[in-house]
């Protein structure tokens, strides 16, 4: 689903399981940032573990690419609401 590579760098993709819970959400972000190094945070798909990660991401300054569509992950665009980007399904066609 990834590519391999993206404007000429390699792409690791590391994917974990947060069971749709903000606790291991926490734990997942800070393995991914503190261990792994990521570069940026994809996923989580609803508010709390969104808000969860949200945490982690502004402590580390890791810009994360969430997908859950709360206005609360990303307003006010201040302290750690200032790293999440926010992809919302499109609304619904007739």
Known sequence: ????????????VV?????????????????LTQEEKVDVLVGSSITPTSLAVMQVAGESQTPVVTLAGSDAIVLPAEGNRRWPSRCRRAKRFP
Do not use: F, H, N, Y
Request: zero cysteines; a neutral charge.
């Open 1 to 12: 689903m990834w590519p391999k590579e993206i404007a000429g760098q390699r792409l690791v």
């Open 15 to 31: 994917v974990l399981d947060d069971a749709s819970d903000p606790t291991a959400s926490t734990v997942a972000a800070r393995k």
